[in-house]
């Protein structure tokens, strides 16, 4: 089981491996670029070989990083979209140099309430990104939504939707997060539950697309629509729902990133570790 918590790049990849390492994580999760804008810092070739060298004494990995919050593919306003198409494929390509697993993006928000209309800008601006990108092994992964006003992605057929009108391409897969998933509407706090949150998925897209997993618990309760994480157990998930997500037999396979509320990166060690003591 790999188990890990978003931590900053700012400073290096590798110095984000050594904090990693402190809070107890075997992976970690990171934004591509400024969460609120455009700014992109450069990665050089002696950066990327420290790291090579770290991960390869050390394990880290599989690395998750999470585009900027402020793309959105589904908008009807042509530079928005514009700009997001070429910081996904852009983000793709410096990801990929330096061995990350795959890059996760909120796949849109509907401001318009047309959601075929915004359906389609999203599939024509994904099409355009990976085309952009190339032959690339970090996938972009999709990431399951909680519902709020205008979210594309809080249903297994919309995400599915959207993978078959892309064509099912290998780089591109989803990304669960449990405090989406439980504002949605599904009881992540059994086996039974997630069960049948599996069973969606299976028969919207197929399970063997999920390739990661934000661990969250919500500040609100089942259904509420509404994306507000909370500290591990100390929700409305709680220690039952955080323990049922980690000891599921599918989902515990899958990198797990911590997104929890904390004011110090150190903190995470403290969710790492209840994390853990949840996996059993």
Excluded at 123 to 130: E, P, S, T, V
Aim: hydrophobic residues 40%; contains cysteine; charged residues 25%.
């Amino acid at each position: 089981m790999r188990i890990g918590a978003h931590i900053s790049i700012a400073k290096s990849l590798s110095e984000a491996g050594r904090l990693t390492r402190t809070i107890g994580g075997d992976t970690f999760g990171f934004h591509t670029r400024n969460p609120r804008g455009s700014a992109a810092r450069q990665i050089g070739a002696e950066e990327i070989a420290d790291w090579r060298t770290m991960q390869h004494e050390t394990g880290l990995g599989p690395l998750v990083g999470h585009l900027p919050y402020v793309i959105n593919l589904a908008t009807p306003k042509d530079g928005i979209r514009e700009f997001g198409e070429r910081v996904v494929g852009e983000d793709l390509k410096r990801c990929d140099a330096f061995g990350t697993y795959g890059i996760v993006l909120h796949p849109g928000h509907d401001t318009e309430g047309d959601r075929p209309a915004a359906m389609a800008r999203i599939i024509a601006h994904l099409n355009g990104a990976l085309q952009a990108a190339g032959q690339v092994s970090t996938l972009l992964l999709l990431e399951t939504m909680a519902g709020q006003t205008g979210e594309v992605g809080a249903t297994p057929a919309e995400i599915g939707a959207l993978l078959e009108a892309v064509g099912h391409p290998a780089g591109l897969g989803v990304c669960l997060d449990s405090c989406h998933l439980f504002a949605a509407g599904y009881d992540m706090r059994s086996r039974a539950g997630i069960d049948a949150m599996l069973a969606e998925m299976d028969a919207a897209f197929g399970r063997d697309r999920i390739r990661a997993m934000h661990l969250n618990d919500s500040k609100f309760p089942q259904g509420s629509h509404k994306d507000r994480h909370e500290k591990l157990g100390q929700g409305e998930l709680g220690r039952q729902g955080i323990a049922a997500v980690l000891q599921h037999p599918f989902l515990r396979e899958l990198p797990f990133i911590i997104e929890t509320p904390v004011d110090d990166h150190r903190e995470y060690a403290g969710e790492i570790a209840v994390a853990r003591e949840l996996a059993g």
